[in-house]
């Protein structure tokens, strides 16, 4: 069975591994799901982004995916609160060693329209970001886009993905 590594990152934590068990795909959906619909944990409260990574066939833990494994650069994540924030993705690539994208709702109606986007990350200033108004996405816009990655492997068209060089 295929499994998952999810995460959270907070202002005094950092990055916390979470193992979800039981473990299927409908499992860790629900889960993020909950995450990305709950105000308390992902709005002001301990943390400010999550995320998943698919585990290739076979691999029970993140740490025993081999470090030149393409998969180690497959994920997804949100960062902001559940009223308002960014999604990104990774793929791998052979060309670049991967490829950084940030999600759209709808298609970019104004190349040049930006807005800045920001989250409290716990350190003296906030995170800030530039993004399209169509990159802004609530806990409820969200939940489609992580529960079709989760459960069919799927990420957005081309058309709602806006590379990145990171």
């Given amino acids: 069975m295929r499994r998952f590594f999810v995460w959270d990152v907070g202002a005094r934590a950092?990055?916390?591994?979470?193992?979800?068990?039981?473990?299927t795909p409908e499992l860790v959906a629900d889960?993020?799901?909950?995450?990305?619909?709950?105000?308390?944990?992902?709005t002001e409260g301990p943390r400010f982004a999550m995320g998943v990574q698919p585990?290739?066939?076979?691999?029970?833990?993140?740490?025993?995916?081999?470090?030149?494994?393409p998969e180690q650069h497959r994920y997804m994540q949100a960062a902001g609160s559940e009223l308002a924030m960014t999604i990104e993705t990774r793929v791998p690539d052979p060309a670049y060693g991967y490829i950084h994208y940030v999600l759209a709702?709808?298609?970019?109606?104004d190349p040049?329209?930006?807005?800045?986007?920001?989250?409290?990350?716990?350190?003296?200033e906030l995170i800030t970001v530039q993004l399209h108004p169509e990159e802004i996405f609530t806990g409820q816009q969200a939940v489609p886009v992580f529960r079709n990655y989760i459960l069919n492997g799927?990420?957005?068209p081309a058309y709602l993905l806006r590379r990145l060089d990171i």
Avoid: C, H, M
Wanted: net charge negative; hydrophobic share 35%; proline share 14%.
């Fill in 14 to 23: 950092g990055k916390v591994e979470r193992d979800v068990i039981p473990q």
């Fill in 112 to 124: 040049s329209r930006w807005v800045p986007f920001s989250w409290d990350n716990g350190s003296k």
């Fill in 154 to 156: 799927q990420i957005p």
């Fill in 55 to 69: 585990l290739p066939e076979g691999i029970e833990r993140l740490a025993d995916l081999p470090d030149d494994d």
């Fill in 31 to 42: 889960e993020v799901e909950n995450d990305l619909l709950y105000p308390p944990l992902f």
């Fill in 105 to 109: 709702r709808e298609p970019v109606v």
